[in-house]
């Protein structure tokens, strides 16, 4: 059977037609496994990559006064007053909380009192309203953890800004570990830390 040039060139065309969709199916097929491959090596190594994790250190601190449970109490380092109240069960229906910092950091070793409605004689009525015990230590030192914008501003070359600075950073951060960490605070640099060291403490 003899097939005419015009049917010749048609099989031919259908032939090489079946080629390249052959040839296209096992490139695509090779490349679908290659991809997959790759996904299954990064997927791999994703999971064995180990997240760090933020280590948290433990404070210390007693509460005393209006709550359900006064005592010490263990928290992590950067917990608030609100958190240690909860702690604590709770204020009693006589705690006054307009006195009451909920959201001052707490640090460790610290000395809470929650007082009463109309307690005013409470020697520490104003550590309660910043959330922390007395600002000043026992060797007179003013403790810049702990001390108002008032008692900051005593300090020689601290302004109303630069002790609202400290406060602020304070709130944010956490305790100062140590005198030097006031370089931190916006504005506060050697030369201020060395007029102001003898006359400051972080405990």
């Given at each position: 059977m003899k097939f005419?040039?015009?049917e010749l060139v048609l099989v031919s065309l259908i032939g090489v037609l079946l080629l390249v969709v052959s040839l296209s199916f096992i490139f695509n097929f090779d490349?679908?496994?290659?991809?997959?491959e790759l996904n299954w090596y990064f997927e791999e190594e994703a999971d064995n990559e180990q997240v760090p994790v933020e280590q948290k250190f433990s404070i210390i601190v007693d509460v005393k006064g209006q709550v359900v449970l006064p005592g010490v109490y263990e928290?992590?380092?950067g917990q608030r007053m609100k958190d240690l109240i909860e702690l604590a069960g709770g204020l009693t229906p006589d705690a006054d909380e307009m006195k009451i910092n909920l959201a001052a950091i707490l640090s460790d070793a610290m000395a809470i009192y929650?007082?009463?409605v109309g307690e005013e004689d409470s020697t520490m009525i104003d550590s309660v309203m910043v959330g922390n015990e007395s600002s000043t230590s026992k060797n007179g030192k003013v403790n810049i953890n702990q001390a108002t914008a008032e008692e900051l501003q005593k300090l020689p070359g601290i302004g109303p800004a630069k002790a609202t600075a400290i406060i602020a950073y304070r709130d944010e951060n956490g305790p100062f570990q140590t005198i030097d960490d006031l370089q931190n605070v916006s504005g506060i640099g050697p030369k201020s830390i060395?007029?102001?060291s003898d006359e400051i403490t972080t405990r």
């Amino acid at each position: 059977m003899k097939f005419s040039k015009r049917e010749l060139v048609l099989v031919s065309l259908i032939g090489v037609l079946l080629l390249v969709v052959s040839l296209s199916f096992i490139f695509n097929f090779d490349n679908n496994s290659d991809a997959e491959e790759l996904n299954w090596y990064f997927e791999e190594e994703a999971d064995n990559e180990q997240v760090p994790v933020e280590q948290k250190f433990s404070i210390i601190v007693d509460v005393k006064g209006q709550v359900v449970l006064p005592g010490v109490y263990e928290l992590e380092e950067g917990q608030r007053m609100k958190d240690l109240i909860e702690l604590a069960g709770g204020l009693t229906p006589d705690a006054d909380e307009m006195k009451i910092n909920l959201a001052a950091i707490l640090s460790d070793a610290m000395a809470i009192y929650i007082p009463k409605v109309g307690e005013e004689d409470s020697t520490m009525i104003d550590s309660v309203m910043v959330g922390n015990e007395s600002s000043t230590s026992k060797n007179g030192k003013v403790n810049i953890n702990q001390a108002t914008a008032e008692e900051l501003q005593k300090l020689p070359g601290i302004g109303p800004a630069k002790a609202t600075a400290i406060i602020a950073y304070r709130d944010e951060n956490g305790p100062f570990q140590t005198i030097d960490d006031l370089q931190n605070v916006s504005g506060i640099g050697p030369k201020s830390i060395e007029k102001m060291s003898d006359e400051i403490t972080t405990r």
